[in-house]
């Protein structure tokens, strides 16, 4: 849902501007719309969590939920207590007097504080139609949130090889036929390949230069020899990338991977700028992680702020 800010609107200063509207960015749109607080969230509709087919391990939905009707409802539930939703792109945070300027396609907002929940962007294998893939669950990228669902299927993990094996050995928790295709020609070191082998997880030294979806539903392996392999299930392991928007004059403590570093109440190195979900360096990347660090986050913030006690309306 679009909002059209007035010339007034856009230059008073928001209690909070969240970016991103994903769990984490509308959690704390609900928080801080319940807590009577102007807040209003900017999204590019890029959120990682539409890409989940189904969701069988998000507490409360038993039958499972898929991450468009989990996003869908997240907004409805903003919106209802007030909260402001905006489609665009946040290009550059900067400090303001006010807080911070936050610049957006074509308009500025000011904000008192920001909540930075632009997560992350998996790198995906060089595959047509991997999109349709992963709708399918032929290409999953999270066995933490989905591995209880493979259930002896023919499962590959594909990246690089030691990361690749590591995955293959969490993995074999839900099957016993399960494979490393590996992306480049390192080498494993021997306690690796030697606990891969104890479960007798496959490691197939041969890179992988093709994969494709089959008519069939299978997940179709082309390695540089011309071994052909198929598999039920790949879960790619190639890493990701931190989303943030140019952050001008802020100097932000992040990881050697960009992930930012947050203290106890997801407070960021620059006072007044939080970030929630898989953008921080939390060690799980999970949507009911990022809900529980947007609550804490957006009670934080609301707690920081000049308060805003209840006035009753004038007789």
Not at 205 to 213: A, C, G, H, K, T
């Amino acid at each position: 849902m679009d909002v059209s800010l007035s010339a007034t609107q856009a230059s008073t200063p928001f209690d909070c501007v969240v970016v991103g509207a994903g769990p984490a960015g509308l959690t704390a749109a609900i928080y801080l719309s319940r807590f009577r607080r102007g807040v209003i969230a900017v999204d590019s509709g890029a959120s990682r969590a539409a890409l989940i087919p189904r969701s069988h391990n998000y507490p409360g939905f038993p039958p499972g939920i898929g991450g468009v009707e989990l996003l869908m409802r997240l907004r409805q539930q903003a919106l209802s207590y007030g909260a402001r939703l905006e489609t665009g792109r946040v290009k550059q945070i900067e400090p303001h007097e006010a807080g911070f300027r936050v610049k957006c396609s074509g308009k500025t907002l000011l904000a008192r504080s920001v909540l930075l929940a632009t997560g992350i962007e998996d790198r995906l294998p060089d595959m047509p139609n991997v999109q349709e893939a992963i709708r399918g669950t032929h290409v999953r990228l999270c066995a933490i949130c989905d591995g209880y669902e493979v259930k002896g299927e023919r499962v590959a993990v594909y990246g690089e090889i030691e990361s690749a094996i590591r995955h293959a050995l969490f993995i074999r928790t839900f099957t016993d036929q399960i494979s490393v295709i590996v992306l480049d020609e390192k080498q494993a070191c021997s306690e690796l390949l030697a606990q891969a082998a104890l479960l007798d997880v496959q490691v197939l030294n041969d890179r992988v230069e093709s994969l494709r979806l089959s008519e069939d539903g299978w997940v179709e392996v082309r390695t540089c020899t011309g071994k052909r392999l198929s598999f039920d299930i790949v879960y790619p392991v190639l890493g990701s990338k931190v989303r943030l928007p140019r952050m001008k004059d802020l100097p932000m403590r992040q990881n050697e991977r960009g992930n930012l570093w947050v203290d106890a109440y997801q407070q960021t190195s620059i006072p007044g700028l939080y970030a929630a979900g898989d953008v921080t360096h939390t060690p799980l990347n999970q949507v009911s992680v990022a809900t529980g660090q947007a609550a804490i986050a957006a009670t934080h913030i609301h707690n920081s702020l000049q308060r805003n006690p209840w006035r009753r309306a004038p007789v």
